[in-house]
């Protein structure tokens, strides 16, 4: 093992975002390729080998990981994850409410499906879209109420 394998390695089993996008990991087993910050359980030594480009895992076989999206760019919102997506659903609630399509409408602009975007919704704010677009609705109407002559 040379001394770039040991820095991946402690890299990959301390799941360092710091580097991501320097480097890819491909698991021999499944010939999956991730991210060194890719959640997955840790795998022996023996059944791992390093990639400096995700193109090169691709081209020597291995295919993306689905849960660190590691051919998405750095920055991306896939890259970014569920918390992305999320904060891009309550800026386009915020923009237009759900009138275009409903939560159907924002899940597919977002491009998941409505089913998922509702759970990331609960898993993270603790409502459905349409409670959050509801109670954004209700928050602005009670401010004209306040701030307007009516």
């Known amino acids: 093992m040379n001394v770039d394998s040991k820095a991946f390695r402690r890299a990959r089993v301390a799941r360092d975002v710091r580097f991501d996008g320097r480097f890819f990991v491909g698991i021999l087993s499944t010939k999956i390729y991730c991210r060194p910050s890719c ?4 795998v022996p030594d023996k059944n791992v ?3 400096p480009t995700a193109a090169a895992a691709t081209e020597a076989g291995f295919r993306p ?18 918390p992305s ?3 891009r659903a309550l800026r386009l609630i915020g923009e237009s409410g759900l009138e275009e399509g409903g939560v159907e409408g924002l899940a597919e602009r977002l491009g998941v499906g409505s089913r998922h975007l509702r759970r990331l919704f609960i898993q993270h704010l603790g409502a459905t879209p ?6 954004r609705r209700l928050q602005f109407a009670k401010r004209l109420i306040d701030e307007t002559a009516m």
């Open 49 to 51: 080998r390093y990639f």
């Open 65 to 82: 990981c689905m849960r660190c999206r590691p051919e998405c760019s750095p920055g991306s919102p896939a890259w970014l994850g569920t």
């Open 130 to 135: 349409s409670t959050v677009a509801h109670t």
């Open 85 to 87: 997506t999320v904060s």
């Open 39 to 42: 959640p997955v359980p840790t």
